[in-house]
């Protein structure tokens, strides 16, 4: 079995593949699922997740359009929620709430676009972040046939010390599961691992930890930093029923 | 000043780059100026590279198109050398020979794609190896007015270990040279050079680098692992006359 770690997302996957946003969108992620939402709808851009969030030629007595009362979005921009969205893109606040039976939209600046990578390409596609860590290898070696690929999210284009370092936490389990030949970038990213502190160290002192701690979500990187809390691991769903956006449904 | 290590290249630069294809294109191009070459023009294609190979226009009695004798062509596909070139991209080669007053042209897989990336927004851009290390820290440090870009060529759009490797022993050498800010690219380099060995572990054990050796290239490799032997640094020239080509030349 081979693992590789992009540093970036690439585009040309096979098998099985573990995208990683940790500051924040898939740790957000694994938290609505384990406040109870039923599924997250990762769409393509902020405009689709508009449109879902109403019942298309509905509207009600005053004329105004009508919810579809089971969805609710989540999503950022530069750090900070969008526009007609429900919440932003914090997990600290998303494990505040009850999400029983509903289905999340989400759009973010970097970790939906990186899961709309790895889904054009990849077999099985599962999301990751250090909350769940040792869930996701696990599931990820039950799953693949020849590669695990972990897919850093980055941000805009560019390296995140954090995605980074919870590859290295990934693949240090996933080398505890079995034997791996690992890449250039696999290896990055253990030495990262084994270099650079304890988790909240790393992601406090990663330039998108600073960024988050300057507008006021520094809770957001305390929590992201617990290790293997949650044994839920957002997986795609076989069923793939809406335009421009990937269903993501919890698996253990 | 700042200091930024892109471990691909992203395409936004706005001031001082150097562009690192350690195994084996900038190794190559330092070499080539070592070894008394006059400039090296590094094109956007192998097409361009042939175009410059002969006279446009001119045949000789036999009605054969004829050389420009100024010119001799290095690059490869595959690591292995262009069909129609002079040479390949082996450092060790162009090591023995002598390029006095010649133009070498170079077209390789990933690191003249990257000096082209880097200069469409780079104001200045230089090329970097281990065998120029120091060399290459020191003028970027004299040319940068806000920010030094470190951008590694990686292979195939992936990231290359032995890049990040030599991008961490350039930063290494920037840090002591003075005050610098550093982003999280350049903290992932600098712990790796200091975690990953000599030079020569560090690119044998590549991925990169083992491809060279299966490929009976493994004398480029060591090669390319020797640090600061040479003083020259190419630099883009003001002058840029060739369209589809980066002429630079050699500064010490």
Chains 1, 2 share one sequence.
Not at 26 to 38: D, I, Q, S, W
Not at 153 to 162: K, N, P, S, Y
């Amino acid at each position: 079995m081979k693992l590789r770690v992009d540093l970036l997302p690439h585009g040309n996957y096979s098998d099985t593949v573990l995208v990683i946003d940790v500051l924040r969108a898939t740790t957000t992620a694994v938290t609505y699922l384990e406040r109870g939402a039923e599924s997250l709808l990762l769409t393509s851009s902020p405009d689709v997740a508009l449109s879902l969030k109403w019942q298309p030629g509905v509207h009600d007595d005053a004329g105004e359009a009508v919810r579809n009362e089971q969805y609710l979005l989540g999503g950022e921009r530069g750090g900070l929620a969008i526009p007609g969205f429900d919440f932003g893109n914090s997990p600290q606040e998303a494990s505040q709430q009850n999400f029983t039976g509903k289905t999340i939209i989400m759009n973010t600046t970097n970790g939906t676009a990186a899961a709309h990578i790895a889904a054009q390409s990849g077999s099985r596609v599962l999301l990751a972040s250090l909350t769940n860590a040792h869930a996701a290898a696990r599931r990820a070696k039950a799953l693949a046939v020849e590669e695990i690929a972990i897919v850093c999210a980055g941000t805009d284009g560019r390296v995140g010390l954090e995605d980074v370092y919870a590859a290295g936490v990934i693949a240090e389990y996933l080398l505890a599961l079995g034997e791996l030949s690992v890449d250039d970038g696999a290896r990055i990213a253990l030495t990262l691992r084994r270099s650079a502190g304890n988790p909240l160290e790393a992601l406090s002192s990663s330039q998108h930890g600073q960024t988050l701690e300057k507008l006021g979500l520094g809770e957001d990187v305390r929590y992201a930093a617990q290790v293997s809390e949650s044994t839920l691991v957002p997986v795609m769903s076989e069923v793939q029923d809406i335009e421009g956006a990937l269903r993501f449904v919890a698996a253990t």
